[in-house]
């Protein structure tokens, strides 16, 4: 097959990126592909120029470089300042460090039940925004469920530590006797 001339299209009539108006490309195969490997289900990647190279957001049938996780566009736009595209993790990061820096300081209740407060704003602002930048990492449905469990559990944990605490579990207790017993 030959390559696509700088004009956009080749002498077969398929755009810069091989494909047709139906999503393939004219011989079965990525145009871009040296192993003549066949693409069933390719996924729609920009290429240099900023252009989608396929039509269809579907995974490739063989992975060849690492994408973006759903979300992990920038949440502000690319005239931005670097701190103001990222702003979601930078707010979760800043009440962690908040919420260690109370936990030094000999406050350890509200510092922990900060800490988890603030994974549990990460999973609401994964679950709400299209855009979180560096805040998604995996699927959205797996950041959701990662930060969700995380703090959750660490602002129970923060409720259920000693001496006095706000909330008691009854069972835990029974457990505890009895795996020590």
């Known amino acids: 097959m030959a390559p696509p001339d700088p004009g956009g299209t080749d002498a077969g009539g398929t755009d810069a990126g091989g494909t047709d108006a139906g999503g393939t490309d004219a011989g079965g195969t990525d145009a871009g592909d040296p192993d003549g490997i066949t693409v069933r289900d390719p996924v729609s990647a920009p290429?240099?120029?900023?252009?989608p190279r396929r039509v269809t957001r579907r995974f490739p049938l063989f992975t060849r470089d690492t994408a973006r996780p759903e979300g992990g566009g920038r949440a502000a736009g690319g005239d931005a300042p670097a701190p103001a595209r990222q702003w979601p993790v930078l707010t979760v990061v800043l009440v962690?460090?908040?919420?260690?820096?109370?936990?030094?300081?000999?406050?350890?209740?509200?510092?922990?039940?900060?800490?988890?407060?603030?994974?549990?704003?990460?999973?609401?602002?994964?679950?709400?925004?299209?855009?979180?930048?560096?805040?998604?990492?995996?699927?959205?449905?797996?950041?959701?469920?990662?930060?969700?469990?995380?703090?959750?559990?660490?602002?129970?944990?923060?409720?259920?530590?000693q001496p006095d605490p706000v909330l008691e579990i009854p069972f835990l207790k029974d457990t505890l006797h009895f795996t020590v017993s």
């Open 47 to 51: 290429d240099a120029d900023g252009r």
């Open 96 to 161: 962690v460090g908040l919420g260690l820096l109370l936990t030094a300081l000999g406050v350890f209740r509200w510092g922990t039940l900060l800490i988890g407060a603030a994974l549990l704003a990460g999973a609401a602002l994964r679950w709400v925004l299209p855009d979180v930048g560096m805040l998604a990492v995996r699927s959205r449905f797996t950041d959701i469920a990662t930060y969700g469990v995380f703090g959750l559990s660490i602002a129970l944990l923060s409720l259920m530590a």
